[in-house]
């Protein structure tokens, strides 16, 4: 069976992200969607929040489940018998960083693989960040999010701003 693990902080979930999934789905007889705890970030979601987001993103996709892991990707690579990794890149800047990022995590664990996905068409400039930031200026987000999750996202996002 081929398999591969797709890992963020999904805070939120977008567009860009879905895409990356869907396209995984294709390639992969199982995607194991991974929202990892990075203590460089704050995330304004809860943990709880983020994974029944992603779900309910990932609930028309039978080969694709959402699992939680609070320390070193290599590490869950390593215990999960996992071998490939899936990461989206939307410009040079973010593929530099996935090349280094692939360095480490090769030394940490030589037996993983990074497939880079790049940001289809349009989706080069959808993030987290910018959703969180359009929401904080109550701006329609529901172009940037996926449908099923925008609801929650507005409402958890126009709280944090309140």
Request: charge should be neutral; hydrophobic fraction near 45%; glycine fraction near 6%.
């Amino acid at each position: 069976m081929k398999s591969c693990v797709f890992p963020g902080t999904f805070d939120p979930v977008t567009v860009g992200h879905l895409s990356v999934i869907e396209r995984a789905a294709r390639l992969f007889d199982q995607v194991t969607v991974t929202l990892m705890v990075n203590v460089r970030k704050h995330c304004v979601f809860s943990l709880a929040d983020r994974k029944r987001m992603m779900e309910k993103v990932c609930a028309p996709f039978p080969q694709v489940r959402v699992d939680v892991w609070d320390g070193l990707l290599a590490d869950y690579m390593r215990i999960r018998g996992e071998s490939c990794l899936i990461r989206g890149a939307r410009d040079a800047a973010e593929f530099e960083a996935e090349i280094k990022a692939d360095q480490v995590n090769r030394l940490l664990y030589p037996g993983m693989t990074t497939l880079l996905m790049p940001a289809e068409e349009g989706l080069g400039s959808v993030s987290s960040s910018m959703v969180r930031e359009l929401a904080a200026f109550r701006a329609d987000i529901r172009p940037f999010v996926p449908a099923c999750a925008a609801e929650e996202i507005a409402r958890i996002l126009s709280k944090e701003g309140t």
